[in-house]
């Protein structure tokens, strides 16, 4: 699905990723882990288009899309989400979806300007399947509330149910628990086991450790920009290097 | 039939029934300016409200495209409605190539790079003195005509300036809430978010950039053949800021909004002459007043305010 050789990110005189590679199987939920500053969100820049690399390859289903803008991306379906969620404050909870059915639709401006019959029932479309992920993410009360007022773990649900109305193959998320309360970070756990049943891959940042032992199936550990361990969540628990840089070394 | 389009209906026929209430004349020439600024102030609020990208040299497209319709009427001796759409098409295609580059800069700087843009224009205009006839003006524009009946006097010109202000006023309607207007106001939210989503938000931004050069391209061009002579002097610095205090005044992104500051801001200095000197002072407060306690606009505006004092009456009786 997703491969990564040789990633190196240098900013600067910093060296943020020094020659990371890994590769992400289809229909796994991959967790990345790393203590601060290990360079997850750069990785996840890098791959979502937001950053370019200064060396290395990203392999999407096997295409190199190295330096692809992310617009392309989900056009090739990958998505994702951030971790200081990026709503569409302005707009209602219904219209950020909609938004995210923006590449499923194709009236250009002059369709939309005479509001042709093909664009009038494309539109129409386009609010029942943004109405679709309302319920799957369940939000649907929510719908005509404008984004900006809604809770940040609402927002975090609306992020998720926008991300996926781009009917990708893969979303990355950002610390999708960052800001929730346990009982939301539950919720978010069987939502993201969901996501996986729809075949969708998910790949995530995370630091609450009960999550990502709890719904990963492989983990990627990264430490000072290197990748540690790769494996398993019960492999990396018992792994000695990566309880080291987590705990610090015993000797 | 929906909401939005009985709004517009009525509001169309609003529009339409104020020559039978005016005995013609003055007044009726003002109205003509109004439809003209109405359109400027919708193709900068395509730009500025909706896509949230500044733009302080749309005069010069205006004149741009009253020029190119002037000068190959009155020179050439080309029909208006030949005229009319190739001026638009240039101007199109020119504010699609300064897009390119120019809209990848943001906030001021963007500013700055429209300033400039606007002021090579006006220059333009003021030294092809061979073109355009310079600082005097370019005269003897023809009106337009269909077939026999020739658009010359002001109320012809009101109906035939308002048959396009309100076309555009429902294509942009339209167009606002379509797949391209959400796409325009996510790019303005947040545009990141929106690249991740797939949309394309620099091309997206450069066509609407040159879609509203070309609204502003059409108004000049019923621009220079209503008033059959044009000069530099309409398309400078102060008129950019003018169409942009339309703009605000109106409510940023406010397809209605936009007429509402085009009528304001055309009317008040006509209805104002009655204060003679003090006129200037009156308009500058008037309109320092509404940015503040109107922040949002006159649209939106009025009813804010409406509710606040109804809650502050509420509070006194509670």
Redesign the interface.
């Known amino acids: 699905m997703l491969e990564v050789s040789g990633i190196t990110q240098i900013f600067g005189g910093v060296t943020a990723l020094e020659d990371v590679s890994f590769s992400i199987k289809k229909g796994d939920i991959t967790g990345v882990i790393g203590p601060n500053g290990a360079g997850k969100t750069t990785l996840f820049n890098i791959i979502s288009g937001i950053y370019t690399q200064s060396s290395g390859h990203v392999l999407l289903n096997n295409v190199d899309v190295s330096g692809q803008p992310p617009e392309k991306l989900a056009r090739l379906g990958m998505v994702r989400t951030f971790q200081n969620i990026e709503l569409f404050g302005g707009m209602t909870v219904l219209e950020n979806v909609m938004v995210g059915l923006h590449t499923k639709s194709s009236s250009g401006l002059l369709a939309c300007s005479l509001r042709m019959p093909w664009s009038r029932s494309e539109e129409l479309n386009i609010r029942t399947a943004a109405l679709k992920w309302l319920e799957f993410t369940g939000i649907s009360e929510l719908a005509e509330v404008t984004a900006g007022n809604i809770s940040f773990g609402k927002g975090r649900l609306l992020e998720i149910a926008r991300a996926l109305a781009v009917e990708p193959g893969i979303i990355l998320m950002d610390e999708p628990a960052a800001g929730l309360n346990s009982r939301e970070t539950l919720g978010l756990a069987r939502l993201i086991q969901r996501i996986r049943d729809l075949g969708i891959t998910v790949v995530l940042v995370e630091h609450d450790m009960d999550l990502v032992m709890d719904i990963c199936d492989r983990l990627l550990v990264l430490n000072l920009g290197r990748k540690l361990a790769e494996g398993t969540p019960q492999e990396i628990q018992e792994n000695r290097e990566v309880i080291a840089a987590y705990l610090g070394d015993a000797d | 039939m929906n909401r939005d389009m009985i709004k517009f209906l009525g509001f169309a026929a609003l529009i339409l029934a104020v020559p039978f209430a005016l005995s013609g004349g003055y007044l009726m020439n003002v109205l003509v300016f109004v439809g003209i600024h109405t359109m400027l102030a919708i193709g900068l609020n395509l730009l500025l409200g909706y896509a949230g990208q500044i733009s302080l040299g749309h005069a010069g497209f205006f004149g741009l495209g009253a020029y190119l319709s002037g000068i190959l009427t009155a020179t050439y001796g080309w029909n208006p409605w030949l005229a009319m759409p190739l001026a638009a098409a240039v101007v199109g295609g020119l504010a699609f190539l300064i897009g390119f580059p120019i809209l990848k800069l943001k906030g001021h700087y963007l500013a700055m790079a429209t300033l400039g843009m606007g002021i090579i224009m006006y220059i333009t205009f003021n030294e092809t003195i061979g073109l355009t006839g310079g600082p005097s003006g370019l005269s003897g524009i023809p009106n337009i005509a269909i077939g026999s009946l020739t658009f010359d006097s002001d109320k012809k010109n009101f109906y035939l300036i308002w048959s396009f202000t309100l076309g555009m006023i429902l ?2 309607l ?2 606002a809430n ?6 325009l ?2 790019v ?3 545009e ?10 620099r091309l997206l931004k450069v ?1 609407i950039f040159a ?1 509203s050069a070309v609204i502003s391209s059409i108004a000049g061009s019923l621009y220079a053949h209503t008033m059959t002579f044009i000069s530099p002097a309409s398309f400078g610095f102060n008129f950019s800021v003018e169409l942009l205090t339309m703009v605000v005044i109106g409510g940023l ?1 406010s397809i209605y909004g936009s007429f509402l500051g085009a009528a304001l801001l055309t009317l008040l200095p006509e209805f104002l002459r009655a204060a003679q000197d003090y006129d200037i002072i009156i308009y500058g407060a008037m309109l320092m007043m509404m940015v503040m306690f109107m922040p949002r606009g006159l649209v939106r505006g009025v009813p804010d305010l409406l509710r606040k004092l109804l809650k502050k009456r509420g509070g006194k009786h509670a």
């Open positions: 294509l942009t339209n167009l379509s797949r391209i207007g959400r796409a106001r996510a303005h939210d947040s990141v978010a929106a690249q991740v989503l797939g949309i394309n938000a066509q879609l992104g």
